[in-house]
């Protein structure tokens, strides 16, 4: 009796240490960005004095938990028996486990994701970014002449342009696609346009390259178009779309946003969740904004984009906008309204524009609102006084004067 009594107490004692050895205690940061660089820490026992064959493993797209080697490709910073510290890989929201020597040990927490920026290479972090792609600063985009001409779809898509543009820092500007192209990256232009033969709702595809000079290769996004089912039944307005419809604006954040490096989450309320029409985004997709944890990534990529050191290839970093409202690139090139403007009086105007050119010079004006539309156009010689259009409503308009030597162009404010 006292020996089996004995044998009873070893094997509880070996099975609490067995449970107790190895396991996760707590992750921080509970809320995370993945793909960005934000350390992750594990806390917990039994994790072994050095990381060896261990790793971490996370859910991802697909659900299933990442396998060994792509655990052994992360980022850790360091690894103790008590202790765990890695860079946040692209994971969607749910427990993590730590495989220890072969046996994977799961968190009670769950980790929550919010946003992910898609990379090349998770160490060190490697990214295809965007640069200055169309010499003014950042990208052009052509709007195909379906969206273009309908007036409606011009200001959904300059309207998510906008959100972009003020809230990420993003230098997108919108111009007419004005020649017939095929929709393939082969054309080398980037293009919104509706595509009927699509399969999916929505679809943005990408064209990478890559320059090498010295010992870096640098990836860059060379071409990109953004696609729209025209199967289905669009609502083009702003808040909720009605009933079995699709809203545009809503599917335009989550292309565009694959555009700006960001990949799919699984957390409900997100522009990045898989399906964007019908349930369950039909919970959220009447917001008109870009959340919170898609502006925070996406202004890294952008930062990132902005502040590289290669210079092959021709490759320069996209610049900042300078106005974000400017979607149509209308201030591109514009310097000063000091200097480049003295040429209007008075600024801002109210019924009447004063133009001063040299007595003998000549110039064609033209007056273009923030919508890419002319509103006013006449020639000028000398000095002249131009009566502004009493249709004309508050605001800021682009003034673009021509003469034979070249384009000068400032902004005018009209108030009333
Ligand atoms: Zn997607």
Not at 148 to 155: A, F, S
Not at 321 to 332: E, H, R, Y
Request: aromatic fraction near 10%; charge should be positive; proline fraction near 4%.
């Amino acid at each position: 009796m006292q020996r089996i009594h004995y044998a009873a107490t070893a094997i509880l004692l070996s099975l609490v240490s067995t449970v107790s050895a190895q396991q996760i205690t707590g992750i921080a940061p509970k809320q995370i960005i993945g793909g960005k660089g934000e350390v992750l820490t594990i806390t917990g026992s039994g994790f072994g004095g050095s990381r060896g064959s261990s790793y971490v493993s996370f859910f991802r797209e697909g659900n299933t938990y990442t396998d060994a080697t792509t655990g052994n490709a992360f980022n850790y910073l360091s690894w103790s028996n008590t202790e765990i510290k890695l860079e946040m890989p692209v994971a969607f929201s749910n427990k993590i486990k730590v495989n220890i020597n072969g046996t994977d040990y799961l968190s009670t927490d769950t980790l929550k994701v919010k946003a992910n920026l898609g990379y090349r290479q998770a160490n060190p972090l490697l990214y295809d970014l965007l640069t200055d792609n169309n010499k003014k600063g950042g990208v052009t985009w052509l709007v195909h002449p379906v969206y273009w001409n309908n007036p409606e779809i011009k200001q959904a898509i300059a309207d998510v342009v906008q959100e972009f543009r003020c809230k990420t820092g993003v230098n997108y500007i919108l111009e007419p696609l004005t020649q017939w192209v095929p929709l393939n990256l082969g054309q080398g232009k980037h293009i919104i346009a509706p595509d009927s033969s699509l399969g999916v709702v929505g679809f943005n595809d990408r064209l990478w390259a890559s320059c090498i000079l010295g010992a870096e290769t640098f990836y860059h996004n060379q071409t990109q178009l953004l696609r729209f089912n025209t199967q289905q039944n669009w609502y083009y307005g702003k808040g909720q779309p009605p009933a079995g419809a699709a809203k545009f604006r809503y599917v335009l954040f989550h292309e565009m946003g694959h555009s700006l490096g960001l990949g799919h989450v699984n957390e409900w309320g997100e522009s990045m969740y898989p399906t964007v029409t019908l349930l369950p985004s039909d919970n959220w997709c009447k917001r008109d904004t870009i959340t919170a944890a898609e502006q925070k990534a996406i202004k890294h990529y952008i930062s990132l984009s902005q502040n590289f050191a290669f210079r092959g290839c021709g490759i320069t970093p996209m610049k900042p906008n300078i106005d974000c409202k400017d979607v149509f690139g209308l201030s591109v090139g514009v310097e000063s309204l000091a200097q480049e403007g003295a040429w209007l009086f008075p600024n801002p105007a109210s019924n009447q524009l004063q133009v001063k050119l040299p007595a003998s010079e000549h110039a064609a004006i033209s007056l273009w609102d923030t919508r890419g539309r002319k509103v006013l156009s006449a020639n000028i010689h000398g000095t002249e006084t131009i009566n502004l259009p009493a249709a004309l409503s508050d605001g800021i308009y682009m003034v673009r004067l021509s003469k034979d030597h070249g384009t000068q162009t400032t902004r005018l404010i009209v108030q009333r």
